[in-house]
């Protein structure tokens, strides 16, 4: 995981995700084990990402969605 990321202290990142420098992930969302997230990613509030997902470098996913 990058130490560089901004994780909301309302998220859960589960160990085992991998997390691209300057990405943010903001309340309530959910990270898998097994997920792939590029650079600069934004997940908006209530957001699941499933394991195996892999996104690319500037993806951003609005918020409450799987």
Same mark, same amino acid.
């Given at each position: 995981?990058?130490? %560089? &990321?901004? *994780?909301?202290? %309302? +998220?859960?990142?589960?160990?085992? +995700?991998? *997390? =691209? +420098?300057?990405?943010? *992930? #903001?309340?309530? %969302?959910?990270?898998?084990? =097994?997920?792939?997230? =590029?650079?600069? $990613?934004?997940?908006?509030?209530?957001?699941? $990402? &499933?394991?195996?997902?892999?996104?690319?470098? #500037?993806? %951003? *996913?609005?918020?409450?969605?799987?």
């Amino acid at each position: 995981m990058s130490l %560089t &990321a901004f *994780i909301h202290e %309302t +998220a859960v990142v589960d160990r085992g +995700a991998d *997390i =691209g +420098a300057g990405t943010k *992930i #903001w309340h309530f %969302t959910h990270v898998a084990s =097994g997920a792939t997230l =590029g650079m600069h $990613v934004t997940l908006g509030q209530g957001v699941y $990402v &499933a394991p195996e997902v892999v996104l690319g470098d #500037w993806v %951003t *996913i609005s918020n409450t969605v799987s």
